[in-house]
């Protein structure tokens, strides 16, 4: 009899088909959980190389094959900070613009593109501002920023020849003398730098520079400071005066009673590095002691540091930055005035050497040190502008 056959059948049919819509809304469920999923992802993805391909045009270009003159040149430079090689000024100044504009400041861009030219491109970039919206680029940045940041920004936009001038000046105006400025600048600097410097602190300031600082100083280190303004280093070993001028300076501090600190000047104020470097291996040889050591026997206050770093600086201006640089990130409290000083000036001129001293002499990257002692936006524009971790 097939009439209760086909009514079992048709019983159980109808929880079948309620169980395959059940189990087809699941599936449909999951099928789209999944695809939102794959979708979130996705957008991550778009989001992560966005920025990826932000900061790869805010970073220099560096080429893995160059020709042998581009790696010689590459050798030859010693700086951090080298001129962007894709540059342009016009889209520089609207990457700018736009992390200024609207509410909140957008300071990775600012301190990412800035720290990845060079001083040049930066006046550039100034320029192309202003011809584009109307204002004075480093007036806008000023009002964005504030503190040790605002401070480093405006002094990488500064022109270097002008910044050394703006340091002179302001280490000179006022109460009392920012001797250390005049000291490390004065030292350090070569001849053509220095008569550069003292063309713009006229133009810039309205007076004489050599006239400030007699104002400021007196005294045989007085004396020093005006020999070393005039930028007229001799040049080359003279090798017949090698061992007269290390007798002479043996015979003015430690072979004598008293100190003939003319004879110092004279000898340290005009010589140049190189001869100088001779000079104090022959003295070692005679006297059995550095020449820093008779300096540091014979002399006191500011005309000792300023032999001092005279010395130092013949002896290897690298060695001498990275001393300061730990000094001043060494002590109670950070000096952030030599430390930004330092950074700015020296980012296209030899942090390279200066990293490799620091690391040399302290046994600490200077990368590490500068992590150590600063923080926030500050510290990523000076970890930008050491340029890496030895």
Same mark, same amino acid.
């Given at each position: &009899? ?5 009514? @079992? ?18 599936? @449909? ?5 999944? *695809?939102?999923? &794959?979708?979130? +992802?996705?957008?991550?993805?778009l989001k992560q190389l966005r ?10 270009? /560096? ?26 000024? %016009? ?36 320029? #192309? ?8 680029? @480093? ?8 503190? +040790? ?6 002094a990488l936009m500064t022109p270097?020849?002008?910044?050394? #001038?703006? *340091? ?20 350090? /600097? ?61 015979? #003015? ?20 590095a190189e001869h100088l470097r %001779?000079?104090? #291996? ?20 500011? *005309? ?35 430390? &930004?000083?330092? &950074?700015?000036? /020296?980012?296209? @001129?030899?942090? +390279?050497?200066? /990293? ?23 510290? %990523? ?10």
């Amino acid at each position: &009899m097939p009439a209760p056959r086909r009514f @079992v059948v048709a019983s159980t049919s109808l929880p079948l088909a309620l169980g395959w819509g059940w189990n087809l809304s699941l599936y @449909v469920g999951m099928l789209l959980g999944l *695809l939102m999923l &794959m979708m979130l +992802l996705l957008w991550m993805l778009l989001k992560q190389l966005r920025n990826s391909v932000a900061k790869s045009m805010l970073q220099p270009v /560096r080429s893995f094959r160059q020709p042998c003159f581009e790696q010689r040149m590459e050798r030859a430079y010693r700086g951090s900070v080298r001129p962007y090689v894709n540059f342009n000024a %016009k889209h520089d100044a609207e990457i700018l613009h736009k992390a200024m504009k609207g509410i909140g400041t957008d300071e990775d861009a600012i301190l990412m593109l800035l720290t990845a030219r060079s001083n040049d491109q930066r006046q550039q970039i100034k320029a #192309a501002y202003k011809k584009a919206h109307g204002k004075d680029l @480093v007036s806008a940045l000023k009002s964005e920023l504030g503190g +040790l940041f605002e401070s480093l920004i405006v002094a990488l936009m500064t022109p270097s020849v002008l910044y050394d #001038a703006t *340091l002179l000046h302001n280490a000179l105006k006022g109460a009392g003398t920012e001797d250390e400025v005049l000291i490390e600048i004065l030292a350090s /600097r070569t001849g053509e730098q220095i008569k550069e410097i003292t063309k713009v602190y006229k133009k810039e300031f309205g007076g004489k520079l050599e006239k400030d600082i007699c104002g400021d100083t007196s005294g045989h280190y007085q004396k020093l400071l005006v020999i070393l303004l005039q930028g007229s280093r001799e040049e080359g070993v003279d090798e017949e005066k090698i061992e007269k001028d290390a007798k002479d300076l043996y015979a #003015a501090g430690e072979g004598k009673f008293g100190t003939d600190e003319e004879k110092f000047i004279t000898i340290l104020g005009n010589r140049s590095a190189e001869h100088l470097r %001779k000079v104090f #291996a022959a003295y070692k040889k005679l006297s059995g002691s550095d020449i820093e050591d008779s300096i540091r026997g014979e002399t006191t206050g500011n *005309l000792e540091n300023l032999l001092l770093a005279v010395v130092k600086c013949a002896g290897s201006i690298p060695n001498f930055f990275a001393e300061r640089l730990y000094k001043a990130m060494r002590r109670a409290g950070t000096d952030d005035d030599t430390l &930004m000083r330092i &950074m700015v000036s /020296r980012s296209e @001129v030899d942090m +390279l050497d200066i /990293r490799a001293s620091f690391k040399k002499i302290y046994g600490q990257s200077l990368y590490t040190i500068i992590q150590e002692d600063t923080t926030g936006d500050y510290q %990523k524009a000076l970890l930008y502008l050491c340029g890496g971790n030895d």
